[in-house]
């Protein structure tokens, strides 16, 4: 009798879980008795994951955190190298978490064992020679945008365009009256959504110059409301300390909500670069993008980064679709005419542009991930 199907994998957070979790349905869909093991989340392991190692292990943000952990991981990375050279997968597919992955991958590819890496780097933003790093460590990558497959073929790296996850699960059209009863907000007023971001890095240095545009904003149009997510008691507290400090005056909306409840409530948006642009760009709000970053960084990003902007509805354009103030820039002498603009004009044109993003993207990602790495093996 042929032994059951056997993929190692690992995730190193949230969001690679909810990745595993598709991937892996995906993959029972063709072989339902198919084994997976390596780290999972919660989500991977109802269904049927064995995880070796708790997520949480890998969840560790920023430099010092890191270096503070690095024994442990380094430990956690020996034991699982042990385990799949004692116990060879068919494949192991690395989800995410790049900093441990490609160097877990490069020691199993090493040792003979197929190796795939889910959701690219961003190699094509910043540090591009990362790639050759990455063709040494994997057999595959598996990118969410055509502009990364692109990227990879240039330097003849093997990697499949999947489509992207967010815009499988984001409808064409989003129900801007169903996301206004959730919130509790008014229908038939007109509202900005302000997403300062989700770190409280992010938040302290950027709530400050988003909530001046506001209250600049509130002077021209004076029936706007303004509706602010926040992902937790921390950011709203935050928030809310900025916001008295800045213009206690103005009224804001804060919920404890997904980002994407908020944008599809509101009318027009104002936030923080990041994932979020695409998000909003899916769910077809024309948008203002801010970001800042500590002095040092920002030397360091400007200095290392080869794309033109930051904000991936750009990237993925290939041209200034919406308009993005990095840095200095993202102060309201900048930010307020950019607001002003968006709420004036007739958005039609740009949201047609993001419906045809939206199709260009939407391609069931978990399926054709699927597809790809039984293909990698011969097993499709």
Known sequence: ????????????????DTLGEGFIKAIQQQYPDAEFVGIGGPKMMALGCQSLFDMEELAVMGLVEVLGRLPRLLKVKAELVKYFTQNPPDVFV??????????????????????????????????????????????????????????????????????????????????????????????????????????????????????????????????IGFVVAAVNDKRKQQFEEIWQQTAPELDFVIVQDTARNVITAADAVLLASGTV????????????????????????????????????????????????????????????????????RNNDELIARFTDMHHLIRKDADVQAAKAVLTLIGKE
């Not at 790639?131 to 990118?143: G, M, Q, S, Y």
């Not at 509202?191 to 002077?219: H, M």
Request: proline share 7%; charged share 25%.
């Open 1 to 16: 009798m042929e032994r059951p199907l056997r993929v190692g994998i690992v995730v190193g957070e949230l969001s690679g």
């Open 94 to 223: 690395g989800i995410d978490a790049p900093d441990f992955n490609l160097r877990l991958e490069l020691d199993l590819k090493k040792s003979g064992i197929k190796t795939v890496h889910y959701v690219s780097p961003s190699v094509w933003a910043w540090r591009p020679k990362r790639i050759f790093k990455i063709d040494k460590a994997t057999d595959l990558v598996l990118a969410f945008l055509p502009f990364e497959k692109a990227f990879y073929d240039k330097y003849q790296v093997a990697c499949e365009f999947v489509g992207h996850t967010l815009a499988d699960a984001i409808p064409l059209v989003p129900d801007q009256q169903a996301a206004r009863d959730l919130l509790q907000l008014e229908q038939d007023k007109r509202w900005l959504a302000v997403l300062p971001g989700s770190r409280g890095g992010e938040v302290g240095l950027i709530a400050q110059p988003f909530i001046e545009t506001c209250r600049q904003i509130k002077q021209k149009f004076p029936d």
């Open 277 to 344: 642009a695409l998000e909003c760009m899916l769910l077809k709000r024309p948008m203002v993008v801010g970001y800042k970053v500590n002095r040092f960084t920002g030397w360091l990003v400007q200095k290392l980064a080869i794309t033109e902007y930051v904000s991936l509805p750009n990237i993925l354009a290939g041209e200034e679709l919406v308009k993005e103030y990095i840095l200095d820039e993202c102060d309201p002498q900048f930010l307020v005419p950019a607001v002003e603009d968006m709420l004036s």
